[in-house]
């Protein structure tokens, strides 16, 4: 943002939340990867805490039009939250990618990190707003999606 206000360059600034999908690093440590990979592997499923910790999830796709749209108009520099208000618990998540993986994996419980957040979820007013935008994909289509992309990796 200085640099924009000392060189008066044309900028989009966007604050990204968790974001997922294909071309995922399996081994990236974002929840979602973590998830699918172990239940994919048969691992048991690692949850940090006892899982009623929250965090949305926004399909890559959907944050890609995002991107496009804020990049396509003058109204607005940012910042603009881009991510998917809804949440999920850490069980919900681990539930959704049990059912969807099959297998035997098991939920295993390790202790929660003291600086981890209770809850994340983007204000997504600005993006509503100025762009139009919302996300699309609902988390079940895109785990779909996701753990199409896993299957063929791990």
């Not at 929840?31 to 899982?51: H, K, M, W």
């Not at 209770?118 to 204000?123: G, I, L, M, N, V």
Request: charged fraction near 25%; charge should be negative; glycine fraction near 8%.
């Amino acid at each position: 943002m200085d640099y924009h206000r000392q060189n008066g360059v044309d900028i989009r600034i966007v604050r990204i939340f968790n974001t997922y999908g294909p071309r995922m690093n399996p081994d990236d440590g974002r929840v979602v990867s973590n998830f699918i990979c172990q239940a994919l592997r048969g691992e048991d499923i690692t949850i940090y805490g006892d899982g009623t910790q929250t965090r949305s999830f926004c399909y890559v796709d959907d944050l890609i039009d995002g991107f496009v749209r804020l990049m396509n108009q003058d109204e607005v520099t940012g910042p603009i939250n881009m991510g998917n208000p809804s949440e999920f618990t850490m069980l919900e998540l681990a539930d959704q990618v049990l059912a969807k993986v099959g297998g035997s994996s098991q939920l295993v419980f390790e202790p929660l990190p003291g600086d981890d957040p209770k809850q994340r979820k983007p204000d997504i007013t600005l993006a509503k707003k100025h762009l139009d935008w919302e996300p699309q994909v609902s988390l079940t289509d895109g785990l779909d999606r996701a753990i199409a992309y896993f299957r063929s990796v791990v």
